[in-house]
């Protein structure tokens, strides 16, 4: 099958319209090659949408696959409305993100997405040099698409942080009669449900002992003077940190929000100001320092040195007991309670699992202990390593569901999320639609 070029969708000021330089080329359209005037099709406040970017549109869903209706039919007719109406919308989203000057797009993540999307692309066609043939096809230059297609990431970001900050506000609700509604009318493009295991289970970390903690924090604090003296942050992360996620790359912990970090490391870093660097923090992973690189409204960018207490053989001896003392104790005491009384906080007290993904999702440990099983058995203690620490865990089996098909109880929660994040999209889009100068022109 002909390879094509997904060409990026850019707005365009009002006062800069004239002719827009990009047409449709024979090989993306999948039509013959005509003469194509381009002509303003709606104005969203000082810009324009004009006709060929609803044909992007309709090219960019072929090139991912999706269907277009033929031309010359009603079907067509509402497809091409409904691509309006989402062009419509960005305007309007990117219009309101330009006025909030707290929002700001990287430079750095721009480039990132790029060069994925840009290797991504070659690779369909691949080699570089059939990418280029089909570019030249379609009037482009390598740097001239790269450019287009940087603008539209950046773009796209934009919105992403306008609609993070803004998409939330405000009170929604969703009925029960909407929510069966949706289950309804999505039930039949539905796969299988699969085969699983729900569990509850009380974790129970390693802990080191007192000598060892205060170990620890001395070796973080000597590290502390050493990057407040000047030394680079980001090589003592890479020589010292005990972050396997984050050593390599100079403790560097990207952009995060609340709810991302444990609290006590949140706390601190959503307090610090801009280039200063913590004192020590102690979390249930250990003792860290925290560089705060960067801030936006609900973002951080941070990195940080790890430094873990070491534990030994007495240390896993004594936890062992303890989830032997749960296990016994599971055989007749509510479970919820050992798991108040015993439960790491900090992990998952239970969880629902597809049985063929049990060792993709969860510890080898629990490949064994979670198959075959009965309803209500306990199992354990079962012993593993995870996120750098030693663990003991006890497992009660609450229920094994055979395959078959998703009910609505099975997905309400997700249909509930789904709803109230739709409805939220459309109070906000109410919103820049009464404020901002529309027109459709037919």
Known sequence: ???????????????????????????????????????????????????????????????????????????????????????????????????????????????????????????????????????????????????????QIAQEQLVQLYMARHGDQGAVEVTEDEMRAFFEEGRATLEERPATVTFKQVMLSVAPSDSSRQAARETLEALLERARAGEDFAELATEYSQDPGSATAGGDLGWFRRGDMVDEFEETAFTMLEGGISEVVETIHGFHIILLERMRVAERRARHILIRPETGPQDNARTRRVAEEVAARAATDDF????????????????????????????????????GREEGEVVGPLQFGYLGQERFAVLKIVEQRDAGEFTYEDLEPQIRATLMRQKRVEALMANLRARTYVEYVN
């Open 1 to 151: 099958m002909k390879q094509t070029i997904p060409l990026p969708t850019l707005t365009a000021p009002l006062a800069a319209i004239v002719v827009l330089l990009t047409a449709v080329p024979e090989s993306f359209a999948q039509m013959e090659r005509e003469e194509l005037v381009d002509e303003v099709v709606a104005i969203v406040g000082d810009s324009v949408i004009v006709l060929s970017q609803v044909i992007q549109q309709e090219n960019q869903w072929r090139a991912q696959g999706r269907p277009v209706p033929e031309e010359g039919t009603r079907e067509r007719d509402e497809f091409r409305e409904d691509r309006l109406e989402d062009l419509v919308e960005q305007l309007l989203v990117l219009q309101a993100a330009a006025q909030d000057t707290l929002l700001e797009v990287e430079d750095e993540r721009v480039e990132d997405q790029l060069q994925e999307r840009m290797a991504q692309i070659e690779s369909n066609f691949g080699s570089r040099t059939a990418m280029e043939q089909q570019l030249e096809i379609e009037g482009l230059t390598i740097q001239s698409y790269r450019e287009m297609m940087r603008e």
């Open 336 to 371: 919820e309670a050992l798991i108040d009384e015993y439960h790491d906080t900090s992990l998952p007290d239970s969880a629902t699992v597809p049985l063929r993904q049990i060792a993709q999702i969860l510890p080898a440990a629990y490949l064994v202990a979670l198959t």
